[in-house]
């Protein structure tokens, strides 16, 4: 079957750095989308890799290896508004997006 | 400002009842999709479109029932068959289903029983 892990939640504090893990196993793969989403609202597209590397966008970063069914999202110098989940997904063979549950981030002050 | 509406934001059915929610885009999209959000899971395929008049089910579309009759508009219905409608729905829509664009979402429906 397909599968999406991410820790269901973390914590970190305000300024700081966190790193949030995706490890995916699917049919085919065209791509993994990082989203965040603040409770009780929409998703909103934060990034996109297809190819191994670092890809950067301000204060957040994704990282992906396909041979190890992996990636990352780093969020720099932590604000309050960060605080949100961040879904995971990846677009299979069949170009359908698999979702993750998300990770569940609180920012303490 | 282009985006997608969907309403109503709160939404309670009643037991044997059918209801439905109203997705609307203008952004120009030919691709949209409906979602279901429960605590604890991924967001679930329900139905999908890439063409007006056309549109295929995803992975839970029991009990569900969609159109599209235009290109802006992909309502969701969810009928009395679905014994477990209370979730967070969620409507989206892409360029071109089938290559790597992302999915803009609109903001929700909240579906409870009562």
């Known amino acids: 079957g397909q599968n999406i892990d991410q820790p269901t939640e973390m914590t970190a504090t305000e300024g700081a750095i966190v790193q949030i893990n995706c490890t995916y196993q699917t049919s085919g793969f065209n791509g993994l989308f990082w989203y965040q989403q603040h409770a009780g609202e929409a998703p909103t597209f934060l990034s996109y890799n297809v190819l191994d590397g670092l890809e950067e966008k301000g204060r957040f970063s994704s990282f992906l290896s396909r041979s190890k069914g992996y990636s990352y999202l780093l969020l720099k110098e932590l604000q309050m508004k960060d605080s949100a989940s961040y879904l995971c997904?990846?677009?299979?063979?069949?170009?359908?997006?698999?979702w993750g549950a998300g990770t569940k981030l609180i920012i303490k002050p | 400002d282009g985006g997608i509406t969907q309403s109503p934001k709160y939404l309670f059915r009643k037991e044997g009842q059918n209801v439905t929610l109203s997705c609307e885009q203008n952004l120009n999209h030919d691709a949209m999709y409906w979602y279901r959000q429960d605590p604890g899971q991924g967001l679930r395929l329900i139905y999908y479109s890439q063409i007006v008049n056309d549109f295929q089910k995803g992975d839970i579309a029991e009990g569900y029932s969609v159109s599209r009759e235009k290109k802006e508009s992909f309502p969701l219905t969810v009928t009395s068959a679905q014994k477990n409608p209370t979730a967070f729905y969620l409507c989206?829509?892409?360029?071109?289903?089938?290559?790597?664009?992302?999915?803009?979402f609109g903001d929700g429906t909240r579906l409870s029983i009562l």
């Open positions: 997904a990846v677009m299979d063979s069949n170009y359908q997006l698999i």
């Open positions: 989206a829509s892409s360029i071109v289903e089938g290559f790597s664009q992302p999915q803009h």
